[in-house]
């Protein structure tokens, strides 16, 4: 999950170098941490969210099939 997340926000911005992943396990669900550089981060959520709002849709339905839950958080 870490490795689709990386993919997608290396190659939306413009600083790919720059962006980290990082995953927090949990019992029930994992937190995937996703940070960018400052001037890549409305890149990264998109207008009105819908960028982020993709990437969430994706991470869940890669999540389910490998019947897990997974949540994304961006971090600035």
Do not use: F
């Amino acid at each position: 999950m870490k490795e689709l997340i990386k993919y997608i926000a290396q190659a939306l911005v413009d600083n790919p170098d720059v962006v980290e992943v990082s995953e927090v396990l949990g019992e029930q669900t994992s937190v995937i941490e996703l940070r960018v550089a400052k001037e890549d981060l409305g890149k990264v959520i998109g207008k009105q969210g819908r960028t982020a709002k993709a990437m969430r849709t994706i991470l869940s339905a890669a999540s389910t099939k490998m019947h897990k839950r997974t949540v994304l958080e961006i971090i600035e």
